[in-house]
């Protein structure tokens, strides 16, 4: 699956987590940062 198929997922799932667990906001946004930078530099 192209990565253009997986962040909308990725945000949607993100999104519907912190509105069930507020204080999940800060893993989540850590991860999903550390999986952007992980990915992109693969891609170097």
Known sequence: M????????????AGILILIQPRL???IVA????AIGILGLARL
């Open 25 to 27: 906001l800060n893993f």
């Open 31 to 34: 991860i999903y940062l550390i």
């Open 2 to 13: 192209a990565l253009i198929h997986v962040q909308p997922m990725v945000a949607l799932i």
